[in-house]
């Protein structure tokens, strides 16, 4: 697989999986419920559990956690697409 960035090209190994996210214990995220914002929401990037979403002008992270079988979705708060890259970083422990 190979993805083509500014005239460069970076290749991944065969056996190259999305990045999963990892705890970052030490942050307060703020995760909250889903509220419906848009009639599409445009998921950007994923990860294991995690989603950098794009809905109205306004960028988010929505988390999906599995209890007893049941998918328990939370979002972080709305904020700008630099900010929402930032936390995107951090969630993956980059």
């Given amino acids: 697989m190979c993805l083509h960035f500014q005239e460069a090209?970076?290749?991944?190994p065969e056996t190259f999986h999305d990045p999963h996210a990892v705890s970052i214990a030490a942050e307060d995220v703020g995760w909250?419920?889903?509220?419906?914002?848009?009639?599409?929401?445009?998921?950007?990037?994923?990860?294991?559990?995690?989603?950098?979403?794009?809905?109205?002008g306004l960028w988010l992270v929505r988390r999906t956690a599995r209890d007893a079988g049941t998918a328990v979705v939370s979002e972080s708060i709305e904020m700008s697409s630099v900010e929402a890259e930032l936390l995107w970083t951090r969630l993956?422990?980059?």
């Avoid at 509220?35 to 809905?55: I, K, N």
């Fill in 9 to 12: 090209y970076v290749t991944f």
């Fill in 32 to 56: 909250k419920e889903p509220t419906p914002r848009s009639s599409r929401v445009r998921v950007r990037r994923h990860s294991g559990q995690d989603e950098l979403c794009q809905a109205g």
């Fill in 92 to 94: 993956l422990g980059s």
